[in-house]
């Protein structure tokens, strides 16, 4: 089982940044696939980024490409995602996931995802 906890989220001004981070639990971190999922009031969770394991591959939703970056420490066991020159549209609880360690590429599918974080609030006002 794997315990995941996101933080980083907040209340900022449109074309700011945050940056997220998910901490997970256990040895194994390093084998497990990461992704950063968002889910907006009254809209279904969408994915947003992925890494592998070793964070050679990365996958982005097009609305994010060249201004969130996806990355991973495995010797701290954090996966994190900078959000730069930010939108209204991003606003939404963003969560973190790991597969179990079978994928072997990141995927975009939530429910290839087993483990989840509890999520953090990202606002972003105009």
């Known amino acids: 089982q794997v315990q995941l906890v996101e933080s980083g989220g907040g209340l900022v001004q449109a074309v700011g940044s945050l940056r997220l981070s998910c901490v997970g639990s256990g040895r194994t971190f390093s084998t497990y696939t990461m992704g950063w999922f968002r889910q907006a009031p009254g809209k279904e969770r969408e994915f947003v980024a992925a890494i592998g394991r070793i964070g050679f591959n990365k996958y982005y939703k097009d609305s994010v490409k060249g201004r969130f970056t996806i990355s991973r420490d495995n010797a701290k066991n954090t996966v994190y995602l900078q959000m730069n020159s930010l939108k209204p549209e991003d606003t939404a609880v963003y969560y973190c996931?790991?597969?179990?360690?079978?994928?072997?590429?990141?995927?975009?599918?939530?429910?290839?995802?087993?483990?989840w974080g509890q999520g953090t609030q990202v606002t972003v006002s105009s």
């Open positions: 996931a790991s597969d179990r360690g079978t994928l072997t590429i990141p995927a975009r599918v939530p429910s290839l995802y087993a483990y």
